[in-house]
């Protein structure tokens, strides 16, 4: 049987409470992070390979909105909603982004009464104590032929990442069954980030506490700014395009 990547007992996932005040002090983070510049990267990559240009596109578990930010730019002929569970989360997505519609929403157990041509739902899989439910949610609110990109960290559960919530890392065998499992077909999977992210992931828990007081505790500096952007670049440079040793996941799928 397949089984998580790393053999450590599964937390629970924590509640709306506890991302809303998450989100009080990660903006910087999202925004600034070598990790989170990847990874909307590698959505902006996946899209491309779909040949999606206008359309609906939904991301769920929008978070501060900073994916759809990011794809507005990439894709100005598409329409926005983005959906989270932390009502601090759509307020400041509201505030900051009125191009776009927003709602609350949990994967695990709702969907929209919508239908979209592109879904992203970008590191939330590995949040959810019942992923598969989430799987077949997205899948319902797919329009027929629409695409669906998923990102999910592979490999270790690290410290830090479980002191944002991080329940599970899935392997790409469990991610290929839930999508299967809701009626979905797989078009591709990669693993991005052996060995420049990865490595760049361990040195951060070599001192987990440090590193989350440091980067995942407010308003970045100047300094902070250009460690991240040289950690983007020297990470961009020495990741393979994909392996088995990657540390993140890109899933694509199609209804």
Not at 4 to 13: G, N, S, V, Y
Not at 40 to 57: C, D, K, P, Q
Request: net charge negative; hydrophobic share 40%; aromatic share 8%.
């Amino acid at each position: 049987m397949d089984k998580r990547a790393d053999d450590e007992p599964t937390e629970r996932a924590l509640d709306a409470a506890a991302y809303d005040e998450q989100w009080d002090r990660l903006g910087d983070f999202i925004k600034y992070s070598a990790g989170c510049r990847h990874r909307r990267r590698l959505i902006a990559e996946a899209i491309a390979s779909t040949g999606f240009r206008s359309g609906r596109v939904l991301d769920v578990g929008c978070g501060l909105g900073e994916t759809v930010a990011f794809l507005h730019d990439e894709l100005p002929e598409a329409d926005f909603t983005g959906v989270d569970f932390s009502p601090v989360a759509i307020e400041g997505c509201r505030t900051r982004l009125p191009f776009a519609q927003w709602a609350l929403l949990d994967v695990t157990s709702d969907s929209l009464d919508d239908r979209f041509d592109l879904i992203i739902c970008s590191e939330v899989l590995e949040h959810l104590d019942r992923p598969a439910d989430a799987v077949r949610n997205l899948r319902s609110m797919l329009v027929d032929g629409g695409w669906l990109i998923v990102t999910v960290p592979h490999g270790k559960v690290h410290a830090t990442e479980r002191a944002i919530g991080h329940v599970g890392h899935p392997s790409i065998g469990e991610l290929q069954r839930w999508m299967t499992d809701a009626g979905l077909t797989v078009r591709s999977t990669t693993c991005w980030g052996w060995p420049g992210y990865a490595a760049v992931k361990y040195l951060a828990n070599v001192s987990p506490e440090k590193s989350l007081d440091t980067f995942g505790n407010g308003s970045y500096g100047r300094i902070s700014r250009l460690l991240n952007s040289a950690a983007y670049l020297v990470t961009g440079a020495t990741s393979l395009p994909n392996s088995q040793r990657g540390v993140q996941s890109v899933l694509v799928a199609q209804r």
